[in-house]
């Protein structure tokens, strides 16, 4: 099992749609929980981070953290076309940060 | 601000070569970590420092990987006679607390 899993995608969603992002994370002593945006070619973008259980927006974004079902989701609301990115999700543990493979989200008009 | 920039931005080495690659974090960001991506994976944690100190290397793949950060801001990884399994793009993120990445070098062992 992956320390961090996420679904590959793509994800595609219509053009002002909710774009859901998902991510689950096996070690139970993870702290701190981060979004990262990556365009093609690109370093990755830091987006949201959460360390409490619940939800934290930020402008279009969501970040919801459930630590005893150790998942983290990302939603994007009104999506637009420059959000086709790679979203990478991460989990810090001893200061590293450990990544999943990624979601290829792809907005379409 | 500048963010963190690193050099070269491209690199591309006959095996058995030597490669340094440079970044320059942060002012003032005491954290530097070393990560490395393979096409089509999240990146890989190699290293990180607080200040000059190498807290942890245990992501660094081989002893051919070696990174240093003497005073505690430029770091530097180098590695040894690379491989073709080398081949990947090298980040360079520095923190405080949330870690900001650079452009990246992307290295080519032939």
């Known amino acids: 099992q992956k320390e961090v899993e996420q679904n590959s995608g793509p994800l595609s969603v219509p053009e002002g749609a909710i774009a859901s992002l998902n991510c689950t994370y096996s070690?139970?002593?993870?702290?701190?929980f981060f979004w990262y945006r990556q365009y093609s070619g690109k370093s990755p973008e830091l987006i949201m981070f959460?360390?409490?259980?619940g939800d934290k927006e930020d402008g279009r974004f969501t970040a919801q953290l459930n630590k005893a079902s150790q998942y983290v989701s990302l939603l994007i609301r009104d999506s637009q076309p420059s959000d086709s990115a790679t979203y990478l999700c991460?989990?810090?543990?001893?200061?590293?940060?450990?990544f999943g493979t990624g979601t290829r989200l792809q907005v379409t008009l | 601000g500048a963010g963190v920039s690193q050099s070269p931005r491209y690199k591309v080495a006959k095996r058995g070569q030597d490669v340094a690659l440079r970044c320059d974090p942060i002012s003032g960001h005491v954290s530097l970590f070393w990560y490395q991506q393979a096409l089509g994976q999240g990146p890989e944690f190699l290293t990180y420092f607080q200040n000059e100190a190498q807290l942890d290397k245990s992501g660094l793949p081989s002893d051919r990987f070696f990174a240093e950060r003497p005073e505690g801001s430029v770091s530097t990884l180098k590695i040894q006679r690379t491989q073709q399994e080398d081949s990947a793009v090298y980040l360079c993120?520095?923190?405080?607390?949330?870690?900001?990445f650079g452009p990246g070098t992307r290295l080519t062992v032939l």
């Open positions: 991460a989990v810090s543990t001893a200061s590293k940060l450990t």
């Open positions: 070690d139970r002593g993870s702290q701190s």
């Open positions: 993120a520095s923190s405080l607390y949330e870690q900001f």
């Open positions: 959460i360390y409490s259980n």
